[in-house]
């Protein structure tokens, strides 16, 4: 009995630190540019290397999971009152992005998580471009190589973007809510809003993507949304908040995703008279091209919106559907939680939501 009592011990130790040693490695490895700098094989190797290297790791966190399945929650950061994730980003990262002084070659694309922020960035990217943007330049390999992600620390510092196209224009993501987004009159501000019970879907999809077992119960994932604890402010906050900027603002263009999946050239067009890019009838074909979902899926690697984990290495994708109605999919009671919720929450709003989505009409 003592033998089995030391061979356990001994194990434990092991994983233990095997575990330690295994984060570690992993943190320096998919840090922002320690991964989106790397060329596509490389990229492509390191996902390898996971694979392989979280093979001890993976078994003990899902037995761990199942066993603690009822207490897991979305782990979060406060910042002056706006929720964020930790792994991704920081009080810090949160406060340095406020601070920030926008510049007129800065192309803000705002959304709450999941609303098509990548979608968005490839269109601006495609339009100031005219459809030629390939990702093909040394070190510019990736959509996060070429646009920062203000607020976040996986992607190309402010200071290292470079300026794309003609005009020459910094393309900046941000899911921050307009209270905290930094704002230039000269800047220009592109937002997208999504259905929000679609919103929901998508960010179930991407967090089992990326968490695989450690995921939180769907009920305990749809009590968050509802919450403050949400990322960035839930979402009747963030689109409402955003709805006033751009109502009072000519530099805000305020977009739906269902108008980007019902007439993907009809966006192309507004968001070229917006920057003021004058496209010929070719620029426009190579542009919708680029910009299709087909495209985008075939290309996946260029786009992923996260560096890798043990469990989206495992086959976990970033571009999952591309559909406008993916709340019909979650379950009758959560979807009428999350609407019931929203429409308690836009009373006297000034975004009018249903007249953009009528199951929002109070």
């Excluded at 002056?80 to 694309?109: H, I, N």
């Excluded at 999941?114 to 943007?133: A, S």
């Excluded at 993501?173 to 800047?187: F, I, M, N, Q």
């Excluded at 077992?213 to 979402?235: C, D, H, I, N, V």
Aim: glycine share 8%.
């Amino acid at each position: 009995m003592g033998k089995f009592v030391v061979l356990f011990l001994g194990l434990l130790s092991f994983w233990a630190g095997y575990l330690v040693w295994y984060f570690r490695w992993d943190a320096r490895n998919t840090a922002g540019m320690a991964y989106y700098g790397r060329p596509p094989a490389a990229r492509r190797g390191l996902k390898r290397r996971i694979r392989i290297l979280s093979l001890p790791v993976i078994p003990i966190l899902s037995i761990l999971a199942r066993i603690g399945r009822s207490r897991l929650t979305m782990p979060v950061f406060d910042y002056e009152g706006v929720s964020g994730p930790p792994k991704v980003s920081s009080p810090e990262a949160f406060a340095r992005a406020r601070q920030y002084q926008p510049k007129a070659a800065d192309v803000f694309v705002a959304t709450q998580m999941r609303c098509g922020t990548t979608w968005m960035q490839q269109i601006v990217y495609q339009v100031v471009t005219r459809g030629r943007g390939d990702f093909q330049g040394a070190g510019h390999t990736h959509l996060y190589a070429v646009s920062p992600w203000i607020e976040a620390a996986n992607s190309v510092a402010l200071q290292d973007a470079p300026l794309v196209g003609e005009p020459p224009t910094r393309i900046i993501k941000t899911h921050l809510p307009a209270s905290h987004c930094p704002y230039g009159r000269e800047a220009k501000y592109i937002y997208v809003a999504r259905h929000p019970v679609t919103c929901f879907a998508s960010i179930v999809d991407f967090n089992r993507s990326m968490l695989g077992p450690l995921l939180p119960p769907l009920e305990t994932m749809a009590a968050w949304f509802t919450s403050k604890q949400m990322y960035w402010r839930p979402w009747p906050e963030h689109v409402d908040g955003w709805w006033q900027w751009s109502t009072s603002r000519d530099n805000v263009l305020f977009v739906h995703f269902e108008e980007m999946t019902n007439g993907l050239g009809d966006i192309i067009d507004r968001v070229a008279g917006f920057l003021s890019v004058s496209l010929s009838a070719d620029d426009r074909v190579r542009i919708v091209d680029r910009c299709s979902f087909a495209y985008m899926k075939e290309h996946e690697e260029v786009f992923e919106m996260a560096p890798p984990t043990m469990f989206s290495v495992g086959g976990g994708k970033f571009l999952a559907s591309g559909a406008a109605r993916r709340h019909e999919d979650v379950p009758p009671a959560l979807r009428e939680g999350i609407l019931d919720y929203c429409r308690l929450s836009l009373t006297g709003a000034t975004y009018p939501a249903g007249r953009f989505y009528p199951d929002l009409a109070n």
